[in-house]
């Protein structure tokens, strides 16, 4: 007689490397599980002679048979990759079936620069306004997120945020990423997840980096206004058992289309080595260093282009600019404490610097020299993250807990604000010190599946301590503050068939403030809450279309615009921002997807009079898709739209942020070893402000300040060659 019990196995690919997220199911007891990181599983209730089905997108799905050899041993499963084909996504077999659809979409539709990465995100907006080194401008859900204020981001569990940064709270620079070697985007929006604290009010973003490459590569990209990208990978293992490392470098450079060149250069190295123990531990270390150069045209008023004075890629003053670089080191730990625990933690060091030149007003402020102003800072990050996951029983009830504690300690020296005259003269210093800021954070997350229904509470606590020197101070003097928030969370997801989810999220987060803003209003407004709900649905109504869609909610205390020429943060108020989000995947033909995703907001102040209580710069609708081609005789690329709407830039809506519709088109053609690409920007030439503000400015030959668009033009049409070689 054959008793039900427990099978251990591990599902790996043809290159032997474990694969996560594939979907085990005994047809038999109707038992199931999902592979761990590692590539591990363990499934219950099974007998000798069940049969197990064994699948993952991308994966050939494979039936076998448990006999007596492969019952009373630890069971390997190798899996076939072939093209992703979207009628073969279960909804209620796939873990996370969002994050699934954005690997889909990093396969059809590759990327090759980091501003990239950020649009494999439904929803997130970006633009850039300072010659490409500064980072990003963000937009998501109808925040002006600025450089990340709003969103959590991170990369192999490492921050990218920079909390109390010279240039903004939450600076997000991505730049040191190489985007070839990113291998997963995992994202969520909304203040709904445990694991994710400071910054998480619109949504987080995780990256995750390759574990291997299936072989070593060197591309050459050229184009117009002297742009060159060089890109090596380099897999540095060859066949070894158990382990994995490769070597990525890129440089780039280019001078954009700006009168006064950009000379915008930017090295990145990054190396990665992977090692598996005998029960599958996994054991990782990064490491990383990116530098990076530029000089920028900054905004420019519109009055000046209108009247002739300046082209549209002409500048007020063009000794805006700076430099900054990071290194970082980073070791991931994965591990089976037991058949149902699990462990997964990660240490990180950043060493950091920033130096940036900036001149918004020309001259409102000092009618002589001007107005430009030097940000900068030196800085260091520790930090520590671990998470615990245990799956139990409450009853006869299928129970997973996830425990976490994080530990993050900013060192940040000689954080400045200065009055400065062509980059070389300081004129005044206006404010300069030395912080510290320590997050320490733990929490709780239970999920109870119920078979087609799950919830899944949870609680986070976040304890902060934040300390300044004045140095600008006749006689030393530190001032510290501290803060607790607890954030409790709680969702619902309901399978109501196979490919029909519908969920119901829920949760309170918050973002911390700048640390010289906590200690001089003396702990006020620290952590202001964010209140947010989504509820959603996730369907497949044929097999080859996808379709995610929810509608949503979100309440902040406490809203804060940046006032960067000032360096401080003005708090405004209750604000509100409810909407739409709507996605469609549709594969068409083996070789051609089509992707579009719309977002539709409405945010508004709750305490400003109506029609004086726009927020500025909050976008009420987006849409971007496009067509992409995958390996059609040879042929792969596709063509990409944006659209953004018209947004106020000032609270009554007088000033208006013009919109704009942009297209891209890339191809490339596979040739044995040697691929042949082209990419082209903006392929219709269209006439568009990539970043626009309401600022108030004074040119040297006016009297009096005018407040009106001050903006950075977009790209106009633009076309770069590639060639990759691979060995």
């Known amino acids: ?80 990759e072939k093209a992703l084909e979207l009628n073969e996504l279960v909804i209620s077999q796939t873990l996370n079936p969002v994050s699934t659809i954005s690997r889909l979409d990093l396969k059809t539709n590759p990327v090759n620069s980091s501003q990239e990465i950020l649009r494999k995100v439904p929803g997130l907006f970006i633009g850039q306004h300072a010659g490409g080194g500064k980072a990003e401008q963000l937009f998501l859900r109808g925040f002006d997120i600025d450089h990340g204020t709003d969103i959590a981001i991170s990369v192999d569990g490492m921050p990218v945020n920079m909390v109390s940064h010279a240039h903004g709270q939450g600076y997000s620079d991505l730049h040191f990423v190489i985007p070839e070697t990113i291998n997963k985007i995992d994202f969520g929006k909304g203040p709904y997840y445990a694991n994710h604290g400071d910054f998480d009010t619109s949504g987080y973003v995780d990256f995750s ?23 090596g990978l380099f897999k540095l293992l060859e066949d070894t058992k158990n382990q994995n490392a490769y070597l990525a470098t890129e440089y780039l450079a280019t001078d954009g289309p700006f009168e006064s060149p950009q000379n915008f250069n930017r090295l990145n190295l990054f190396g990665k080595y ?31 282009v209108e009247n002739g004075y300046i082209s549209r890629f002409g500048s007020i003053d063009d000794t805006e600019g700076g430099t900054t670089h990071r290194s970082n080191v980073n070791v991931e730990l994965d591990k089976h404490l037991s058949d149902d625990t699990s462990l997964k933690m990660n240490a990180f060091y950043s060493q950091y610097a920033f130096e940036l030149y900036s001149d918004f007003t020309f001259f409102l402020e ?24 245990k799956d139990t029983y409450l009853g006869k009830t299928p129970l997973t807990i996830t425990s976490g504690l994080s530990f993050r300690h900013d060192i940040v020296d000689g954080i400045e604000l200065s009055k400065t005259l062509n980059r070389t003269t300081t004129l005044e210093t206006l404010k300069l010190g030395d912080l510290n800021q320590t997050n320490i954070s733990g929490f709780t997350k239970a999920e109870f599946d119920f078979g087609k229904f799950r919830v899944a509470p949870a609680l986070r606590l976040d304890y902060f301590k934040f300390l300044y020197n004045d140095k600008l101070q006749s006689t030393y003097t530190v001032q510290t503050e501290t803060k607790t928030i607890v954030c409790p969370k709680l969702n619902f997801f309901y399978n109501a068939s196979s490919n029909l989810q519908v969920y119901l999220k829920s949760g309170i987060g918050f973002h911390s403030n700048d640390t010289r803003v906590v200690v001089s209003q003396l702990g006020k407004d620290i952590l202001p809450k964010a209140y947010g709900m989504d509820l959603g649905t996730l369907w497949k109504p044929t097999p080859r279309l996808f379709l995610n869609s929810a509608i949503w909610y979100l309440f902040l205390e406490q809203e804060f615009v940046y006032v960067g020429d000032a360096d401080i943060v003005e708090p405004s108020g209750k604000t509100e921002r409810f909407g739409l989000d709507f996605g469609l995947r549709y594969q068409l033909y083996d070789w051609l997807f089509f992707d579009t995703d719309a977002t539709l907001t409405h945010a508004r102040s709750t305490e400003d009079p109506k029609g004086q209580n726009f927020i500025l710069l909050a976008p009420d609708f987006t849409m971007t898709g496009g067509l992409a081609v995958r390996d059609y005789h040879g042929f792969s690329g596709g063509l990409k739209y944006r659209y953004l709407d018209d947004r106020p830039a000032n609270e009554d809506n007088s000033i208006v942020a013009k919109g704009y519709f942009v297209t891209d088109f890339n191809a490339n053609y596979g040739l044995k070893n040697l691929t042949l690409g082209v990419m082209i920007e903006n392929i219709f030439n269209t006439e568009w402000n990539e970043t626009q503000f309401a600022t108030e400015s004074r040119l040297k030959s006016e009297s009096q300040p005018v407040e009106e668009i001050h903006f950075t033009p977009g790209t106009p049409f633009s076309i770069k060659g590639a060639v990759t070689y691979k060995f």
């Open 209 to 231: 980096t390759k574990d291997y490459l299936k072989e070593s590569s060197l591309t050459v990209s050229a184009g117009q206004f002297n742009y060159i990208r060089t890109l």
């Open 274 to 304: 992977v090692a598996f123990s005998p029960n599958n531990d996994k054991l990782s270390v990064i490491v990383s260093h990116f530098t990076s150069r530029w000089d920028a045209s900054g905004q420019i008023p519109q009055r000046e």
């Open 1 to 80: 007689m054959a008793y039900s019990q427990q099978i251990k196995g591990l599902v790996v690919n043809e290159s032997s490397q474990p694969l996560e997220g594939a979907y085990i199911y005994n047809l038999n007891s109707l038992s199931h599980t999902h592979s761990s990181e590692n590539g591990t599983f363990v499934l219950d209730n099974t007998t000798l002679g069940d049969s197990l089905q064994i699948g993952l997108l991308g994966f050939k799905t494979k039936n076998m048979v448990l006999n007596a050899v492969n019952f009373n041993s630890k069971l390997t499963v190798v899996l076939e």
């Open 366 to 389: 000092d009618p002589v020299n001007g107005d430009q102003i030097r940000q900068k800072e030196n800085r260091q990050v520790f930090g520590a993250n671990t998470d615990i996951k």
